[in-house]
């Protein structure tokens, strides 16, 4: 599809590609995490609701081991409008989006261990974000764990904002932030 000078390449995955995607390490290390809060009115039945996030530090780094997303993947694979996959000498991420209610929504966006930091996230948004101009989008919508400290981060600095979250997003239990990045019209 597009290639930078820092030799990464993006082009669209063929299924055979799920397999390589699958193997990827996604796990993370954070210092940080989002603190979502509910601030109780002033007495019941008052008609506001006061929410507040606030970034915490740790009290030491917590690494998340991802589980292998290969099933989903293959489940997912008719029904993702966008399937990129990032190479340098091999597979080393890869983002999928789809169209929904005239935005795209970021549904993955994983770079294995190795080539992190060096701009391999950085060219999926970019070709995500092309790719949702070029249909026609209002916007970009992505949703990250809350204790996903560094994929937040990243979102945050290539402009996207804060929108929203849910307490139910994950099997986990993981309270899930959306992030959202508008886009030019026209």
């Not at 990250?144 to 996207?160: D, E, V």
Request: proline residues 7%; aromatic residues 6%.
């Amino acid at each position: 599809m597009r290639s930078n000078p820092h030799l990464v390449t993006l082009r669209l995955a063929q299924l055979s590609d799920v397999a390589a995607c699958g193997a990827l390490d996604g796990s993370y290390s954070a210092d940080h995490t989002w603190q979502l809060s509910q601030e109780r009115p002033l007495f019941p039945g008052a008609p506001e609701l006061s929410v507040a996030l606030r970034g915490v530090r740790l009290p030491r780094p917590r690494s998340v081991t991802v589980p292998d997303p290969t099933p989903q993947l293959e489940a997912e694979w008719d029904s993702t409008d966008l399937f990129l996959v990032a190479e340098v000498d091999q597979v080393a991420g890869y983002a999928c989006a789809s169209i929904q209610d005239g935005a795209a929504r970021l549904d993955r966006l994983l770079v294995d261990t190795p080539y992190r930091r060096r701009g391999v996230a950085t060219e999926l948004l970019g070709a995500v974000r092309a790719w949702a101009h070029e249909n026609g989008l209002r916007c970009i919508v992505a949703a990250a764990p809350a204790k996903n400290y560094p994929a937040i981060t990243l979102l945050r600095s290539r402009g996207y904002r804060i929108c929203g979250y849910n307490e139910r997003q994950f099997a986990s239990g993981e309270i899930a932030l959306y992030l959202a990045q508008d886009l030019p019209s026209g």
